[in-house]
């Protein structure tokens, strides 16, 4: 089965999912990155630090994890596009943590986090390019 096949499989059941309300992201991780018309999809996970006894704190740190793992993700993703670029990639994952959008965020029982996220790929191509 073909990429773009597996693909459009999914998509309906995955933004039925977001539209739901539903408590937990069930997503499988060999799915991500997820390209969507102009968007590309990526899945921070953050894990809640043990020390912290407020709850506010451990799922603020979590959640805070998760949208810096998905801006790796999404660095890591796009350098590999332009591998054979002069880009370096701090100066790509600073310029992409800037485009970086959170869509959803949960949390489970243990207070760690799931954070769907996503990024124009013109967008950042053009000023990956540009810089």
């Avoid at 793992?69 to 890591?76: C, K, V, Y």
């Avoid at 590999?80 to 965020?105: E, F, G, M």
Wanted: charged residues 25%; positive net charge.
């Amino acid at each position: 089965m073909k990429f773009s096949e597996r693909i459009k499989l999914f998509l309906p059941l995955f933004f039925l999912s977001l539209c739901s309300g539903c408590k937990s992201i069930e997503i499988a991780h060999n799915r991500f990155p997820l390209e969507k018309g102009n968007y590309i999809y990526f899945l921070g996970e953050g894990e809640a630090p043990p020390d912290n006894i407020n709850i506010t704190q451990r799922r603020s740190s979590a959640q805070r994890a998760a949208e810096l793992n998905g801006s790796l993700q999404a660095a890591h993703y796009f350098l590999t596009l332009i591998k054979d670029q002069k880009t370096s990639p701090s100066l790509a994952t600073d310029i992409l943590s800037r485009y970086v959008i959170p869509v959803k965020s949960e949390w489970d029982q243990r207070d760690n986090c799931r954070t769907l996220m996503r990024i124009n790929k013109k967008t950042a191509l053009k000023t990956l390019f540009a810089d």
